[in-house]
């Protein structure tokens, strides 16, 4: 009988340490982001791995979270050897990350979350690079560029903006084809560029290519109607 009540408290404090972590995490998580509908956290860790601040394998799932003005409709990701600052988060304080971490995730992007993310900041800003090499001569300091509307196709994405200065305002379509070139180059490629007066960048064989950084390894990028698709690791740093 001792023996058994020592196993149950035992027990019960391993399960308590294991709810505090998941708090936090899921509090550390809120904090990333200014909004989110569904989170969810899911731990697999023994009774030692715990007390050391070693999280061997954690699921996160968010559905409709709002990350840097980005609106990302469902992400999907896992985890695994995470080093955190165990004995502060058992006395109440934030959780923090001792060691960059791995993460293979999938993310499911709606049409309708990605128009959404043209509100924010990072979206426009990179396409408006991709608009300044596409075409120098148009995307003059004086000129601003508005994005009005993103379709996606099958492969395909469609952009829809106006570049405007002080005496007019041209109306541009842009179509392009992203694909992968390894698990940190994009390739867009069959670029078009038309104009209310008349095309700009014709015939399709444009291409331009971008390195994504070595804390990205995408291994799927998927356009399909409506809807894109996205499998890959990223490196989460401290």
Same mark, same amino acid.
């Given at each position: ?12 404090? @391993? &399960? ?6 998941? +708090?936090?995490?899921? %509090?550390? !998580?809120?904090?990333? /982001?200014?909004? $989110? ?44 050897? @995470? &080093? ?6 058992? +006395?109440?304080?934030? %959780?923090? !990350?001792?060691?960059? /971490?791995?993460? $293979? ?44 509307? @993103? ?11 106006? %570049? ?53 390894? @995408? ?20």
């Amino acid at each position: 009988m001792p023996e058994n009540n020592s196993y149950s408290k035992k027990s019960n404090k @391993i &399960r308590v340490i294991s709810n505090v972590l998941t +708090k936090a995490l899921k %509090l550390w !998580l809120k904090t990333q /982001v200014s909004q $989110v509908s569904q989170l969810e956290v899911e731990i697999k860790a023994s009774d030692r791995q715990l007390l050391s601040g070693c999280i061997p394998w954690v699921s996160i799932f968010a559905s409709h979270a709002v990350y840097q003005g980005l609106h990302l409709t469902h992400i999907q990701l896992v985890a695994e050897n @995470i &080093r955190i600052n165990i004995g502060s988060v058992l +006395k109440g304080q934030p %959780l923090r !990350l001792l060691e960059t /971490v791995p993460v $293979v995730g999938e993310l499911i992007q709606s049409e309708e979350d990605l128009n959404a993310c043209l509100s924010s900041a990072l979206l426009p800003t990179a396409l408006n690079e991709v608009m300044v090499k596409l075409l120098p001569e148009h995307c003059l300091k004086s000129k601003s560029i508005s994005w009005q509307k @993103i379709n996606l196709d099958n492969s395909k994405a469609i952009l829809s903006a106006t %570049l405007a200065d002080t005496s007019e305002t041209t109306h541009l379509d842009i179509s392009m084809i992203p694909e992968l070139l390894s698990g940190d180059e994009l390739q867009l490629t069959a670029i078009q560029v038309k104009s209310n007066t008349g095309s700009l960048l014709e015939g399709g064989n444009k291409e331009l290519h971008f390195n994504l950084g070595s804390d990205v390894d @995408i291994q799927e990028l998927t356009l399909v109607p409506g809807k894109l698709i996205c499998r890959g690791r990223i490196n989460v740093n401290p």
